[in-house]
């Protein structure tokens, strides 16, 4: 009944359309024993469940079921979590609200105006671009400011708000300060309170920046199960265990893409508040993906139409290969889990 439940929850969002079911056959789950020569010794772990249990699982170059990983980036769709329950208990009131509603502070910067939407679609018009490492608002240059907030209301604008998608850590960090803003809480708190604890995760580590304030942009630790709660919970649209965890308007409203990127992401078609989406093409089949990703592959991928979470791993931190490993990977589990549905 449970996984009927998530099944409605989730059928009823168009980000959520499911092809026809699929049956039982000899290629699932799928064998994962493939990665354990890899030419790379840095894949931790891969996880992979199926309506709501763990069918598969594997850990690889020391991993273990509890190792904490630092999941980089992908720690950006955890705050967009975040800003979704600030949302639901109604802490903030909309994503058209400016970021100066709840950090008056910003004013003085040229975000103060910009749109929290715009701020998590990574629109915000700011001179701050990952890819550029003599952006003025590059994360290393954040990472290395002595004070992150003078840093971040020094950062100057390029563009007008909306008009332009630039991948940047620096805007990230504002929406959690906007969340302990706006709730009068710690970032790590009150992901205590409203996520992780209500998914039975029990130890997790976030990275601080110099200044005491959690990272909203990553840095953020957790098991490779843990992190397969989480998809799972996305799956279901906002619940877990027939709990309801974040609105299910909000995992629609974040999940959609916004703005198109495939044109600067080889690996994503669209963009939504810190989570990507991608339609992949396996065994004849369209197959929507939404995942988080994170620096040297580490992703959560989620696949509402076969039921499907898939979590990796990986400590290729600034290499090419990581994704491409971990795309892989979601392809050898896509075409298992469709060439059942074939026979």
Not at 39 to 50: E, G, N, S, T, Y
Not at 184 to 209: K, Q, S, T, Y
């Amino acid at each position: 009944m449970k996984r009927r439940l998530c099944v409605a929850a989730l059928v009823a969002s168009p980000a959520f359309a499911r092809p026809e079911p699929v049956q039982t056959a000899e290629s699932w789950p799928p064998d994962l024993t493939a990665w354990d020569h890899d030419a790379h010794a840095d894949l931790r772990a891969v996880v992979v469940m199926q309506g709501g249990r763990v069918v598969a699982e594997r850990y690889y170059n020391g991993e273990q079921p509890t190792t904490l990983h630092d999941i980089r980036s992908a720690g950006k769709s955890i705050t967009s979590l975040l800003v979704g329950a600030a949302m639901d208990r109604g802490r903030i009131s909309g994503v058209a609200d400016p970021v100066l509603r709840y950090w008056p502070q910003a004013r003085a910067g040229a975000f103060g105006d910009v749109a929290i939407e715009d701020i998590l679609t990574m629109r915000s018009g700011l001179a701050a671009n990952d890819e550029e490492p003599d952006s003025p608002g590059n994360e290393d240059k954040l990472d290395a400011a002595p004070d992150p907030v003078t840093f971040m209301l020094g950062v100057p604008r390029e563009a007008a708000p909306w008009s332009v998608y630039r991948y940047n850590s620096l805007t990230a960090h504002i929406a959690g300060r906007v969340v302990e803003n706006a709730t009068r809480n710690d970032l790590e708190e009150f992901a205590a309170e409203v996520l992780f604890r209500p998914l039975d995760i029990r130890h997790w580590a976030w990275g601080r920046d110099v200044s005491g304030h959690p990272k909203g942009q990553g840095n953020l630790s957790l098991t490779a199960r843990d992190l397969a709660s989480i998809g799972e919970m996305v799956r279901c649209g906002g619940s877990f265990h027939g709990r309801r965890i974040v609105s299910a308007a909000w995992m629609e409203q974040s999940l959609r893409p916004h703005v198109m990127i495939a044109a600067v992401d080889r690996y994503a078609d669209g963009y939504g508040y810190y989570w990507y989406s991608k339609t992949q093409h396996v065994g004849g089949r369209d197959a929507p993906v939404f995942f988080a990703s994170g620096n040297g592959g580490n992703k959560v991928y989620v696949v509402p139409g076969l039921d499907l979470v898939l979590v990796v791993t990986s400590s290729a931190y600034g290499q090419g290969y990581g994704q491409r490993r971990s795309e892989d990977i979601l392809k050898a589990v896509l075409a298992a889990a469709t060439a059942r549905g074939a026979r």
